[in-house]
């Protein structure tokens, strides 16, 4: 693929270079430049003497490698999936992208002009393995189409340069009277498995041979896996803004996940832009969803995140953290009762101010009422159970507990008068102790232990005091005694 701002004519020979042990040497050529004879990794002073009208600029190797893996986010646009190869192409997986388009031929010249429009001359192929399709497209005709089972008869006319073989590897076949792929598959295996059969994968031709004709598995890895759930909006022409849209690929994802029995908790609408760039918004909810007009919603107010451009004129609305939604009968007319009102408030404060700003309680592993229950992001799901909270401690808490003067306790019970924020309090009633004694993997040494009691004071009020300490337990003075919460 060749990169550039204003792209040169295609029958000039054009190379870019960079520095090399012995001087400048070919980092890469266009079409033209092939034809007459440049190769790869070699110095310029010898490929000027094979063509004297080569043109020559230094590359940007650096640059390239950045704009390679934009334009990989790009092309998106035919499939769901793509992948960088090497430091000039790019695999893409079409696989039931193609009828989209009205045929691989047409997918094809669409994206050959698609790439033009941003000044990039491209060689495409379609072909069943990955090795096939970097053969055709560097050495096949222009838009190679290589269908199922047709790999050995297209491949056949090609060089064996076609297999991605290295530079020694090419010389031997060569010397060996081997010069395209027809003729190293007409060669008895045998003889050349002796030859190849203890070298690496880029010097061994059987190898690479069979990667390209399927026999021998070459699977593809992607940084990111592709979507199960996405739809797409081809525009006839550019726009700036994706509103009008949105319901519409939201219907079309929820009516997809509704078929698969399943939900998501987190959508990514992506636009491709007419520059070559990608632009991507992304929103989460609390619970697996797959309402419409819920995750249309969560879009509200965040769509001017999106930077258009001068336009564009694909959209992809993708469905991320997929999970099952099982649907039950609650009521005897056929509907469903489901609690979503708390999880869609909760979706659309987030969307709005930031996963950070909205909170909910969460139940921790810990029998010391302060460290029994935090606060964790409302996006990991919401806190139904706080109602589990154990045994029965009160709904209002004080952190930190209050430090209360008794004038009189009762032996192994609660005071039987307390002075609370300048308040006499006469303890009618009393139910405890509850002994929490300290975690002493967290506590320092010397923590002492806790007696709470629930007591009810002369007026009905319910209050939950504790008892810190025992009297000669060796862990300090006397007992000391707070105010953890009060009953409702």
């Not at 950045?66 to 334009?71: F, N, P, V, Y």
């Not at 039987?416 to 300290?438: C, D, K, L, M, N």
Request: charged fraction near 25%; include cysteine.
């Amino acid at each position: 693929m060749e990169r550039q701002g204003n792209a040169s004519s295609d029958d000039i020979p054009l190379v870019l270079a960079r520095e090399g042990t012995h001087g400048p040497v070919v980092y890469a050529t266009n079409r033209a430049g092939r034809l007459s004879g440049i190769s790869m990794g070699s110095r310029v002073v010898d490929m000027r003497a094979i063509c004297p009208e080569m043109q020559v600029e230094y590359a940007d190797v650096a640059g390239d490698a950045a704009a390679l893996q934009r334009l990989m986010l790009w092309v998106r646009r035919w499939c769901p999936w793509s992948v960088t190869d090497g430091a000039d192409g790019l695999i893409l997986d079409t696989t039931g992208s193609d009828h989209l388009m009205a045929g691989e031929v047409a997918m094809l010249i669409e994206m050959e002009t698609g790439l033009s429009l941003l000044g990039l001359t491209s060689q495409l192929a379609v072909a069943p393995t990955w090795g096939a399709a970097w053969g055709l497209a560097r050495y096949g005709t222009v838009r190679s189409v290589c269908p199922e089972g047709g790999v050995a008869q297209h491949m056949a006319a090609l060089p064996v340069a076609s297999l991605r073989l290295d530079t020694d590897t090419l010389l031997l076949l060569q010397r060996l009277g081997l010069k395209t792929v027809g003729q190293l598959a007409d060669v008895p295996r045998l003889s050349l498995t002796r030859r190849f059969a203890k070298t690496e994968l880029a010097r061994n031709p059987l190898m690479r041979l069979d990667q390209a004709m399927g026999v021998l598995a070459e699977p593809v890895a992607s940084v990111d896996a592709p979507p199960t759930f996405w739809v797409q909006a081809r525009l006839p022409e550019p726009i700036f803004d994706p509103t009008h849209y949105l319901p519409g690929l939201c219907e079309d994802l929820c009516c997809a996940l509704a078929k698969a029995g399943s939900g998501c908790r987190r959508l990514y609408l992506t636009v491709y832009r007419t520059d070559g760039e990608v632009s991507s918004l992304s929103v989460a909810t609390s619970h697996p969803s797959r309402d419409p007009d819920h995750l249309r919603r969560l879009f509200n107010d965040r769509l001017e995140k999106i930077n258009p451009g001068f336009g564009f004129d694909l959209i992809t609305l993708e469905a991320g953290a997929v999970e099952p939604i099982d649907v039950v009968q609650t009521r005897l007319d056929g509907q469903t009762e489901n609690d979503l009102a708390l999880p869609r408030l909760i979706d659309r404060l987030t969307a709005k101010f930031g996963a950070k700003a909205v909170k909910v309680p969460v139940l921790k592993d810990s029998h010391v009422p302060e460290r029994a229950e935090g606060w964790r992001p409302a996006l990991n799901g919401v806190g139904h159970d706080r109602a589990a909270i154990a045994r029965s401690r009160p709904l209002r808490m004080l952190d930190p507990a209050e430090e209360v003067r008794v004038l009189y306790a009762v032996p192994e019970g609660p005071p039987a008068q307390f002075i609370w924020r300048r308040q006499t309090h006469r303890v009618a009633r009393y139910q405890g102790p509850e002994r929490i004694a300290p975690e002493w993997w967290k506590d320092r040494p010397g923590t002492r232990l806790r007696d709470y009691f629930r007591v009810e004071n002369h007026e009905g009020q319910r209050f939950w005091l504790y008892r810190e300490g025992l009297h000669e337990d060796g862990r300090g003075g006397d007992p000391r005694w707070f105010v953890q919460g009060m009953f409702e």
